[in-house]
């Protein structure tokens, strides 16, 4: 006996409708997954992709454009993948905690799909959002796009290939990017220097343990600015301005996660989201316990951003894979939970951890 097929909602569907995840449905229930038919669809591809993520029953049976025969029917049976849940099982999916993160928000099917490297041309057709080929920044500022329609893209992650597609275009372009192997080069040495300064107001018995509360004391603050900061996505104001200014601290990131320049916080922009934390640091400490706290969390950052590049770019021991499919699926699946990027521990305590839920949605 077959197991059964999986539940699949309105927004999982919707969300397969491009050229490299195409679904369809019939009388609003039957899902279909016809990418591989694309290049064998007799009327050609984009006859299909008008329909994608949408049900294609009037289509398909209107006599004007080409009513379908039983065949095509039954050779489409062959991609059957799912059933289309009605509002009452949509529902009982949100209630049994399987809504969002049991299926895909952004328009890729697994990890992999990060990088295959996007036909800028293609893209540009399709979604009408960023040429690739100009100058990202003026464009997300000058097009004035809609806020839903900009979160919607925006987290549809493309894949630049070789290099880094350009931000500004001009001179401004080098502080954009940085080498991962910058941020231990720069702040090692300064988190070095400000426990030494520490250490002369401190026994090592205090400096150590308020050491560590630093880098525990960061391990919240990195939830809770990729949460609150970089994933203000429903805070976000409609407005140019605010959209912009979100596509520079994080949308580009999750635009072109894989741009190896852009996963490490730039420097300059490092120490205007660091200088207000070093000021409340002193305001809440006495001088010396303020600076060991704060070398802490600085290290801690240092791990954050280097673990973040590791997770994106490097062959990782068995250890740290789960890490990394963790973060990943943040980018290819459910990009509003999994804020967790060095651990899960915030994820689990305020309710926002990525899990598998695929055979909770089969068995519903």
């Known amino acids: 006996m077959s197991p059964p097929l999986p539940l699949i909602t309105s927004a999982e569907m919707a969300a397969h409708n491009t050229m490299k995840s195409v679904y369809i449905s019939i009388n609003s229930r039957k899902v279909y997954d016809v990418t591989k038919f694309l290049d064998e669809h007799p009327g050609g591809a984009e006859l299909i992709l008008d329909y994608a993520g949408k ?3 009037s289509i398909m049976a209107d006599v004007i454009s080409h009513e379908h025969s039983e065949a095509a029917y039954e050779i489409l049976d062959e991609y059957l993948v799912g059933i289309l849940a009605t509002p009452d099982e949509e529902e009982r999916l949100l209630k049994a905690g399987v809504n969002k993160d049991a299926y895909t ?4 099917a697994s990890a992999e799909e990060l990088s295959i490297v996007t036909d800028f041309d293609v893209d540009y057709t399709r979604h009408q959002f960023l ?3 100009k100058p990202l920044l003026m464009q997300v500022f000058m097009n004035d796009f809609k806020k839903d329609f900009y979160l919607q ?7 630049y290939g070789n290099g880094s597609a350009p931000l500004f275009g001009n001179f401004l372009e080098p502080l954009t990017k940085t080498p991962w192997f910058v941020i231990p080069l720069i702040w090692i040495p300064a988190v ?4 030494y300064i520490a250490s002369q107001g401190l026994p090592v018995y205090f400096l150590v343990p308020l050491w560590c509360l630093g880098i525990f004391i960061w391990t919240f603050v990195e939830y809770m600015m990729h949460r609150m900061l970089f994933h203000m996505d429903e805070r976000l104001p409609d407005h140019r301005v605010a959209i912009t200014l979100h596509f520079v601290l994080h949308g580009v990131h999750h635009y072109l996660p894989m741009d190896k320049l852009r996963l490490v916080m730039p420097p300059t922009l490092f120490i205007i989201l660091a200088t207000p934390f070093y ?3 002193h305001l809440l400490f006495p001088y010396y316990i303020a600076m060991a706290i704060f070398c802490g969390g600085i290290f801690g950052y240092i791990c954050y951003d280097c673990t973040h590049y590791f997770l994106h770019h490097a062959s990782l021991p068995s250890s740290m894979k789960d890490l990394k499919t963790y973060h990943l699926e943040h980018h290819y699946k459910n990009y ?3 804020f967790g990027v060095t651990s899960k521990f915030w994820d689990v305590v305020f309710g926002t951890e990525l899990v598998d839920t695929s055979a909770q949605a089969k068995a519903l």
């Open 55 to 57: 049900d294609a029953t």
């Open 192 to 195: 070095m220097y400000g426990t």
């Open 105 to 108: 928000l952004t328009g890729t």
């Open 153 to 159: 893209q925006v987290h549809r992650p493309r894949h």
């Open 131 to 133: 040429d690739l080929k």
């Open 279 to 281: 000021r409340l640091a």
């Open 336 to 338: 509003e939970l999994g």
